[in-house]
């Protein structure tokens, strides 16, 4: 699948643009197609994502179906950018029991942020995005997860050919697990003629510091002490959403899930657990409101 959706994106750049977008949070790549050209301020942003299984920062986090949830109030200041408020969470869509059992809304973000956008040749835009985002973990039935802080920068070349992400994140509250990770991809989006669909194929790969992990997977199994930094997984991804409105826009989609680094591998493979998945392709459906 992960050959289809490059071959796609290289065709793409032979084609008229059309001005695909991330979405507002990270994990919504590419989610909609809605314009927020010409809005007056406040701009107000819903979208809601069912998903048949929920990978996180490089591990594949459930195996179970999950329900994002992500709103935010985005402030313009002329000149000086724009700040917002945004609020997500996420659900676990089944009660099977075991040592992670969660309940609805097992995770809720309160998410300030300050976005500005720089123009330059026309159709060439920069969007970075500086983030504070504040998690609680109230949902899990029977163990303490403590919550914890991050500060992290986005930023998304728009151009008319194919458009790359960044995200860069650091944990700071708790000061002293020294956590970073980081994500980097591109999308590209292409009318359908006569159908009012838009085509979005896209990749992304995470990755971090070996704090980071070491967090997410465990100990290395030979034994030594330190991670590599690098990239632990690779994500490719093709979405088909349909406008009904400048307003609101609904989505599906497929995802193709690979953990690369060849430790985390193996102790995902020696898990006993049924989240344990190393490969798995999951899909996707959502639905977007913004004015």
């Known amino acids: 699948m992960c050959a289809v959706i490059f071959a796609a994106l290289a065709i793409g750049v032979q084609l008229p643009a059309f001005a695909g977008r991330v979405d507002e949070w990270w994990s919504l790549e590419a989610a909609s197609q809605l314009a927020p050209t010409n809005l007056t301020s406040p701009r107000l942003f819903v979208n809601s994502e069912i998903r048949s ?14 329900n994002y949830f992500y709103a935010n109030a985005l402030f313009e200041t002329s000149e000086l ?37 720089a123009a330059f040749t026309p ?15 109230g949902g899990y039935v029977r163990r303490h997860v403590p919550d914890y802080h991050d500060v992290s920068l986005y930023l998304q070349l728009d151009n008319p050919y194919l458009t790359p992400v960044a995200l860069l994140r650091r944990m700071v509250v708790p000061v002293e697990d020294n956590r970073f990770d980081f994500r980097l991809g591109a999308f590209r989006s292409f009318r359908l003629p006569w159908t009012g669909l ?15 992990v070491c967090r997410r997977y465990g100990a290395r199994p030979d034994g030594g002490r330190d991670y590599v930094p690098g990239f632990n997984a690779v994500v490719g991804y ?19 899930f690979h ?13 006993d657990d049924p989240s344990a998945r190393t490969d798995i392709v999951l899909g996707v459906f959502g639905v977007t409101v913004s004015f």
Request: aromatic fraction near 16%; proline fraction near 4%; charged fraction near 25%.
């Open 53 to 66: 299984a929920a990978p996180s920062r490089g591990k594949m986090d459930s195996d179970r179906p999950h």
């Open 81 to 117: 950018g724009a700040v917002g408020i945004g609020y997500w969470s996420d659900s676990e869509l089944t009660g099977r029991s075991d040592a992670k059992h969660r309940r609805f809304l097992f995770e809720n973000d309160l998410i300030p942020f300050y976005r500005y956008t």
């Open 123 to 137: 159709g060439w835009r920069l969007r970075w995005d500086l983030i504070y985002d504040i998690k609680f973990f």
């Open 198 to 212: 838009t085509l979005t194929p896209g990749f992304y790969a995470d990755g971090g510091n070996g704090t980071q």
């Open 238 to 256: 093709v979405r088909l959403c349909y406008s009904f409105s400048p307003w609101c826009s609904a989505y599906v989609g497929v995802e193709d």
């Open 259 to 271: 953990i690369v680094r060849r430790s985390a591998r193996e102790i995902e493979d020696a898990r």
